[in-house]
């Protein structure tokens, strides 16, 4: 079964960045749209960010010009560069990459961020 491996989470002072990378452990193909979600202790999980197979994007309104979104297609390979972090943007981070009939979809287990005051 493949799996989404995250890694790039820690502990970061507000103002500070940070850079999360997701990556399959197995081969996946066809995928229509990769993104990342978040949830905060109490929180329903919640949209972050997409790119899809086109290479356009979607911003969630919190996250607008403070993240962003992008791919390496050799490595199969997608980044959330995080800037100008927030108290409020701490939450466990998850990936996912899908086939927008969702025929495939498939999610990691999650990195924590935490943003210092």
């Known amino acids: 079964q493949v799996q989404l491996v995250e890694s790039g989470g820690g502990l970061v002072q507000a103002g500070g960045s940070l850079r999360l990378s997701c990556a399959p452990s197995?081969?996946?193909?066809?995928?229509?749209?990769r993104g990342w979600y978040r949830q905060a202790p109490g929180k329903q999980r919640e949209l972050v960010a997409q790119i899809f197979s086109t290479g356009s994007t979607y911003y969630a309104d919190p996250v607008k010009g403070r993240f962003t979104i992008s791919r390496d297609k050799a490595n199969n390979t997608v980044y959330l560069q995080m800037n100008s972090l927030k108290p409020e943007d701490t939450a466990v981070y998850y990936c996912?990459?899908?086939?927008?009939?969702?025929?495939?979809?498939?999610w990691g287990h999650g990195t924590q961020v935490t943003v210092s005051s």
């Open positions: 996912r990459s899908n086939r927008a009939t969702l025929s495939s979809d498939y």
């Open positions: 197995g081969s996946i193909f066809s995928i229509d749209v």
